[in-house]
């Protein structure tokens, strides 16, 4: 429905708390993609963002009386698909799997300039990015992928700016003895 | 073993400065280090379209189960989502952070009591109680409370998939009941959509009142 | 506490419980984990409890309750006390309001609403309202669960006395918590949704409290 569009986050959750569930489609199709990225970055294949969006948005229903501010439906979503995240790489830590899927890998998307050096040097990066560990990871993808400052990632993660630049850091230094030989 | 980044380089890296700002004999390093940055792929990604048709068909399952449809019967329907989902609880960092849970109560058909209090004390009928609790990193999670003598070992709750949600149905008798959450064996928890009292010691613990001629979140 | 003393409380005990009936066997129920002193402290508390009347069962569950989770033994101790001077002052409470024989539902109900922040004299008038048809073990429970979610004592009782009063059917009353939740869902406060609680028609549209307007719209409320 057109006029649904220009419902605020707030008026669609209390609609949908209110009892029209089908309203809830609204905000999926508003955040599926709003995390997509980061989600395959962190799971490390197009398929597992795929579930963990999806899983994140169902919980986020089950759960939405408990949001307590929905204005702020999309941070309070992201916080579920962010635990989801984590919750998934432990798993597959702890099942031995390893941590990047090598069959639909998120580097090196089809450029049309050809540049098989670029497309090598992403991939690179992208397996080295799988290196890190999850908070470096988190962060790298928020700031530099996502675009996101400082401040933003620290409002929408609970970490403080200090806790994050460290962090930030760290993963710098880990990326250039990963890729030392690549750049 | 490589050397790490310059701190000014890393500042580089952040956007708080630029290239020129480095001074010279940094420079080559920062170029490095911005090359690193240059290979960053930002295309933004697309999921299938797929998605949103599962995740309104999941959700069209939860809300119409038939767990609800008998407690609609009994209760106003409109209501239901609002009675059971209603304490806001604040998303903070920690293990019980989204820590979230529902006392649903499916009560057996009865025939309304003439009285008050005389029903209650001669029934011994009891009420089935769900119990659910959302504790995706909990390792265990168990209610306890007066019905159960507080032994957190006697109602476990199962997880449910990878959902993260724990639930389970306990026989309750009529009457009131205090309670709480036992996750991973020692950390007692109270239940956030429920009506909290102190226990005396320091904590609280929830309330459920069963009664004989339907159920009521008291 | 010395020997003789301990032996001639018990044979006291003895003489009186004949006359109130079963006594709990209180070691047993705490079982073997409860340390010694609690079991002594309980048995006492609930000996004097039941001699008075009053019912022991909640002391004996507090103590367990204390036990399972693992509280040091003075502080089971301590709150089992607190739980027998709610009893007592509860009973207190009912006798002055009316219920001269209060039953043991009704004097935990009373105790509940203690502990949940009413005092006596909003116990003792509670009691007083709730005259035939409705229960006051329940207006006590209905009350004392709406403190416990964070409508003021004193509005607690406006609340539950404006339902009574307009004559909602007794069982509406077991509905005043979760119409409470409700509005608290819609974004209210317990101040602002405890309001009018009580006198809602009972024919209200489903999911939407009198006085209930889309967000942005609404009128600020003073506290």
Redesign the interface.
């Known amino acids: 429905m057109g006029l649904a569009e220009l419902a605020t986050d707030r008026e669609v959750v209390q609609a949908v708390l209110a009892g029209d569930v089908e309203q809830y489609a609204v905000l999926v199709r508003r955040y599926r993609d709003r995390f997509a990225r980061y989600a395959a970055r962190m799971l490390g294949s197009v398929d597992a963002a795929e579930d963990a969006v999806q899983d994140a948005l169902v919980r986020a229903f089950d759960q939405l009386a408990q949001c307590r501010e929905p204005d702020k439906f999309a941070g309070w979503l992201f916080l579920i698909l962010r635990n989801r995240c984590f919750a998934e790489r432990r798993r597959r830590a702890r099942e031995g799997r390893p941590l990047n899927a090598q069959d639909d890998a998120v580097a090196a998307p089809d450029r049309t300039d050809g540049r098989v050096e670029q497309r090598e040097r992403s991939g690179a990066l992208e397996q080295a990015l799988q290196k890190l560990t999850a908070e470096q990871r988190e962060v790298f993808v928020l700031k530099h992928m996502d675009g996101m400052a400082y401040e933003e990632i620290a409002a929408m993660t609970g970490a403080t700016v200090a806790s994050l630049k460290m962090r930030m850091h760290r993963a710098y230094d880990r990326l250039r003895e990963l890729l030392k030989g690549h750049l | 073993?490589?050397e790490?980044?310059h701190?000014l380089v890393?500042r580089l890296?952040?956007g708080e400065l630029s290239l020129n700002d480095l001074p010279t004999e940094l420079r080559a390093e920062g170029a490095?280090?911005l090359?690193?940055?240059g290979?960053?792929?930002?295309?933004?990604?697309?999921?299938?379209a797929r998605?949103?048709a599962?995740?309104?068909a999941?959700?069209?399952r939860?809300?119409?189960s038939p767990l609800r449809r008998a407690w609609r019967r009994l209760v106003?329907?409109?209501?239901v989502?609002?009675?059971l989902?209603?304490?806001?609880?604040?998303?903070?960092?920690g293990a019980l952070?989204?820590a979230?849970a529902l006392a649903l109560l499916v009560a057996r058909p009865a025939a309304?009591p003439a009285g008050?209090?005389a029903v209650?004390?001669a029934s011994r009928d009891s009420v089935y109680v769900r119990f659910i609790l959302?504790a995706?990193?909990a390792r265990q999670v168990s209610v306890?409370g007066?019905f159960n003598?507080?032994?957190?070992d006697a109602a476990p709750l199962v997880r449910q998939g990878?959902?993260?949600?724990w639930t389970t149905t306990v026989a309750l008798p009529v009457g009131?009941h205090?309670y709480a959450f036992v996750v991973d064996g020692a950390r007692?928890v109270a239940d956030?959509a429920a009506?909290?009292?102190?226990?005396?010691?320091g904590?609280r613990n929830s309330?459920v009142?069963v009664?004989a001629?339907?159920a009521?979140?008291? | 506490m010395t020997r003789a003393a301990g032996l001639a409380l018990a044979l006291a005990a003895g003489a009186v419980l004949p006359l109130v009936g079963q006594e709990p066997d209180v070691a047993a129920q705490l079982g073997r984990r409860t340390p010694p002193e609690v079991v002594r402290a309980v048995q006492a508390m609930a000996s004097s409890a039941s001699a008075k009347g009053l019912p022991a069962g909640p002391l004996i569950q507090k103590a367990i309750e204390g036990a399972a989770k693992g509280v040091p033994a003075e502080r089971v101790i301590g709150a089992v006390r607190a739980l027998a001077d709610q009893l007592e002052a509860a009973a207190g409470a009912l006798r002055s309001g009316g219920i001269d024989h209060p039953d043991a539902d009704v004097v935990e109900g009373g105790a509940y609403a203690l502990g949940a922040g009413l005092n006596v004299d909003q116990v003792r008038e509670l009691v007083r309202t709730s005259h035939a048809p409705y229960d006051p073990a329940v207006a006590l429970r209905v009350a004392a669960t709406l403190a416990a979610l964070g409508v003021s004592p004193k509005t607690t009782l406006d609340v539950v006395e404006d339902a009574i009063n307009t004559g909602r059917s007794p069982s509406d009353l077991l509905d005043l918590p979760s119409e409470l939740q409700a509005r608290i869902a819609h974004g209210a406060t317990p101040a602002q949704a405890a309001r009018g609680l009580g006198r809602a028609a009972a024919h209200a549209p489903a999911g939407r409290p009198p006085g209930w307007a889309p967000p942005g719209q609404q009128k600020p409320h003073k506290p």
């Open positions: 073993m490589t790490t980044y701190p890393k890296l952040d490095e280090a090359r690193l940055l290979v960053v792929d930002r295309a933004p990604v697309s999921l299938p998605l949103d599962r995740v309104m999941e959700v069209r939860r809300a119409y106003d329907p409109r209501d989502e609002l009675r989902r209603v304490r806001p609880w604040v998303v903070v960092g952070a989204a979230a309304p008050g209090r209650l004390m959302y995706p990193d306890a007066t003598r507080w032994d957190r990878a959902t993260g949600i009131q205090q007692w956030p009506p909290g009292i102190d226990d005396g010691f904590r309330v009142a009664t001629q339907g009521r979140t008291l």
